[in-house]
């Protein structure tokens, strides 16, 4: 004898609803774009190798240039190291603040310059900076080196950063660290041109992309990519190096007024304005009564052999004067070139612990040589 069906169980299942619909696309998108995420990061990889993932995390400043971000906590990690970042409520690569009043009966210094002065690719305990103030408190001199470096910062924005607001922290010696690629950065940032030999003020502030850069530089998102994607971090190496290229482009057209130099001629404005710059360093020092260190970071080439090259504009810029040292890194460097690592191979070729370690140490000792720390 058959039962007749009841309404229960012969009722079709009920379809799902329109929301559990949309949650089961939503997931199975999700998934796809995970699954393209990794397949693009396997490809970079195997492809590419690891990428640098240095976050930069550079933003606005009340002084209308760039600064790192005030209170960051980030990574850098390369194919050869991985370190730790921290910056105080000052801008600045320490784990302590500073008032702009020194503590009575302590020098101090400002250190100025791009990513080789903040340290990239080693720790805030090994950078020339810190090498610098132990190597002087061991001599007996109670003194505070303030690491202000930048990453990307040209001798146009140290300089401009000096006197807007490091000027306000009372240092006793001012150290401007260059590296070659300072030429270029010059003439992006606008800040001055050339008329003849005359250096004038152009953009009065530099901040490149404005908010939107403050915005991706302070994105909890965009961070952890810089830090974790190689595939993020390539792609933005990339998006950066074009947008540099353009305004590289774009301040030469306005560096030298009545010039539109090529070949050597733009060799001789880049090399040209960077003297004049020192200029006005050396200018802002001396009237405040504060030496002026100019610390030179050779670059490096590995054609035809390995060697190293300074390149400061010491034709256009007298480095033998008053109130003025001159420290090339080139020289204590040399000797171990072939010998020990100085440059990391696989990243963007900053300085290792090593060649922080020598230039820190030289520093010092020609600091205390010219008894510039009366």
């Not at 998934?31 to 990794?38: D, E, I, Q, R």
């Not at 950065?185 to 004038?200: C, I, P």
Request: glycine residues 8%.
């Amino acid at each position: 004898m058959t039962s007749e069906p009841t309404a229960a169980s012969g009722a079709a299942a009920a379809p799902p609803s329109r929301l559990r619909r949309w949650a089961r696309r939503l997931g199975v998108l999700l998934l796809v774009l995970g699954l393209t995420a990794l397949l693009v990061e396997g490809v970079v990889l195997l492809a590419l190798g690891e990428q640098p993932k240095f976050p930069r995390r550079v933003v606005s400043a009340p002084w209308g240039l760039r600064t790192n971000e005030p209170g960051a906590r980030y990574r850098h990690k390369s194919a050869d190291v991985t370190v730790s970042f921290e910056i105080n409520a000052q801008g600045m690569r320490a784990s302590r603040d500073f008032a702009h009043a020194k503590p009575a009966g302590t020098k101090r210094i400002v250190s100025l310059g791009d990513s080789f002065t903040i340290g990239y690719e080693v720790a805030a305990e090994d950078t020339f900076s810190s090498v610098l103030e132990r190597e002087l408190r061991r001599d007996g001199v109670q003194v505070e080196v303030l690491n202000c470096g930048v990453s990307g910062f040209s001798t146009a924005e140290e300089c401009l950063y000096l006197e807007r607001e490091l000027l306000r922290y009372e240092p006793d010696l001012v150290l401007v660290s260059f590296f070659p690629n300072d030429f270029d950065d010059n003439l992006r940032t606008g800040l001055f041109r050339l008329e003849g030999d005359k250096l004038v003020g152009g953009e009065g502030d530099y901040v490149p992309a404005g908010g939107l850069g403050d915005f991706l530089n302070r994105n909890a998102f965009f961070n952890v990519l810089s830090e974790r994607s190689n595939a993020f971090c390539a792609l933005k190496e990339a998006a950066t190096s074009f947008f540099k290229r353009q305004m590289v482009e774009e301040g030469t057209e306005r560096a030298a007024a009545a010039e539109a130099p090529q070949g050597d001629e733009l060799t001789k404005l880049r090399r040209r304005l960077g003297a004049a710059i020192f200029e006005r360093l050396y200018g802002v020092t001396r009237r405040a009564g504060i030496p002026l260190v100019i610390h030179s970071i050779p670059s490096r080439r590995e054609v035809p052999e390995r060697t190293l090259e300074e390149l400061f504009p010491s034709e256009y810029f007298d480095v033998d004067r008053g109130g003025l040292l001159f420290v090339s890194a080139k020289k204590v460097l040399e000797p171990e070139v072939g010998q020990r690592p100085l440059y990391f191979n696989r990243s963007h070729g900053h300085w290792t612990p090593l060649s922080h370690e020598l230039a820190g140490k030289e520093l010092a000792r020609r600091i205390t040589a010219a008894v510039l720390l009366r």
